[in-house]
């Protein structure tokens, strides 16, 4: 017969693995919603993806600004961001993920092919990079409480 250590040691297990399911889940849909900013800014895009963050969260987008709290988020993701992008497709890959309770770490490396709002007929070019990120569980619902973007070039 198991002992409660065991059955303890099975649910921790199973939150954790659950938890990484939802972290690859809440990246997966920042991806869509972000290329839904960059490409049909409004103000339910920018809605939809800061509500993927906590309320106290921050983003580092580099030479993009830092933006701290909700309203700033919205800011930057229904004006500032969209303002360079007129389509964008983002690929995230690779997750490193780490559970600890209602709390988790995380990187990522993406690809973002993008076109630029200038000139009309600019062309498309890709980014790469790399996510670091922090989560916070509020109300049982994964969300993005830090995120830095490490931008890249071959």
Not at 57 to 70: E, M, R, T
Request: aromatic share 10%; charged share 25%.
């Amino acid at each position: 017969m198991p002992s409660s250590n065991d059955a303890d040691d099975l649910l921790s297990r199973l939150d954790r693995l659950e938890s990484v399911e939802a972290l690859r889940a809440l990246k997966a849909r920042y991806a869509v919603l972000a290329d839904r900013c960059l490409g049909a800014p409004s103000h339910a895009n920018a809605l939809a993806l800061a509500d993927l963050f906590t309320d106290d969260a921050a983003a580092d987008y580099g030479p993009f600004g830092v933006f701290s709290g909700k309203e700033e988020l919205l800011r930057a993701f229904a004006e500032v961001l969209p303002a360079g992008t007129r389509w964008s497709a983002h690929h995230v890959v690779n997750p490193v993920l780490s559970v600890q309770g209602d709390t988790a770490e995380g990187t990522w490396c993406f690809l973002v092919h993008r076109i630029p709002r200038d000139p009309p007929d600019a062309a498309r070019a890709t980014v790469f990079g790399g996510y670091e990120e922090k989560y916070r569980r509020v109300g049982g619902v994964w969300k993005i409480a830090s995120l830095v973007v490490r931008y890249s070039m071959p």
